[in-house]
């Protein structure tokens, strides 16, 4: 039974923008830290966007600050991952996540998850490409 639910991946070329989008179903996410992960074979899953319960604190990894934004929609029970100037680099497998009562910068610390006792959870991913 999926929880999260990415949607929004695709095809773009370097400089263009994208917008994804992640639904909760079966839980608020109005309780949780959020956030947004990629991947790239071989390489560890890295937090690049991430925001605290309170919606009062945003965390940025330095490859995406200026660049994307991440924010919430308590009503619609959904997260959002604006990408703009986008660059191959981003290319990548795209995660959104949310952590019970976690910080921002938690949430986008992979390690730090084990010092919190809530529950957690993840979507199943979606693919970003940037291409010419």
């Known amino acids: 039974q999926l929880q999260l639910v990415e949607s929004g991946g695709g095809l773009v070329q370097p400089g263009g923008s994208l917008r994804l989008s992640c639904a909760a179903t079966?839980?608020?996410?109005?309780?949780?830290?959020i956030g947004w992960f990629r991947q790239v074979p071989g390489k560890e899953r890295e937090g690049v966007a991430c925001m605290d319960s309170n919606d009062d604190d945003t965390y940025y990894s330095e490859s995406v600050k200026g660049r994307f934004t991440i924010s919430r929609d308590n009503a619609e029970n959904r997260m959002y991952l604006q990408m703009n100037s986008l660059k191959p680099e981003d290319t990548a497998l795209y995660y959104c996540?949310?952590?019970?009562?976690?910080?921002?910068?938690?949430?986008?610390?992979?390690?730090?998850?084990?010092?919190?006792?809530?529950?957690?959870?993840w979507g199943q991913g979606t693919q970003v490409t940037v291409s010419s």
């Open positions: 996540a949310a952590l019970e009562g976690a910080t921002s910068q938690d949430t986008c610390y992979l390690p730090s998850w084990g010092d919190y006792y809530g529950r957690d959870y």
């Open positions: 079966r839980f608020s996410l109005a309780d949780y830290g």
